[in-house]
Nanobody, 125 residues
């Protein structure tokens, strides 16, 4: 599966952005898919993801602010980000697994075999 992320940009503290991930080669609902982010000086971290039967999971610090969604018909995945904070600044990546993964692996980058190219999100204070 090939992934193409887009939608990043520069936004002020409290602003919103919507990231998109276009998938080709396989439907986005086949296996787990997720959004990760990587900020300078930090490790890549899980932000939000889909597991089996559409179950969604979020990093604690984005709960209530970010919403992951997908459009299976158009093979797209989205991340709506509201109430953005400077600490959300990072390069955001969409990722997809190539087989069924256990729940405890949903938040682990090593569980995902396919990655988009990343899109920069910068939140100014």
């Amino acid at each position: 599966v090939q992934l193409q992320a887009s939608g990043g940009g520069l936004v002020q503290d409290g602003g919103s952005l919507r990231l998109s991930c276009a998938a080709s080669g396989r439907t986005v609902s086949t296996y787990a898919t997720a959004w990760f982010r990587h900020a300078p000086g930090k490790e890549r971290e899980f932000v939000a993801g889909f597991w089996r039967r559409g179950a969604t999971y979020y990093k604690d610090s984005v709960k209530g602010r970010f919403t992951i969604s997908r459009d299976i018909a158009n093979n797209m995945m989205y991340l709506q980000m509201n109430s953005l904070k400077p600490e959300d600044t990072a390069v955001y990546y969409c990722a997809a697994a190539s087989s069924n993964i256990i729940l405890s692996s949903v938040t682990r980058p090593e569980a995902y075999t396919h990655w988009g190219q990343g899109t920069q999100v910068t939140v100014s204070s």
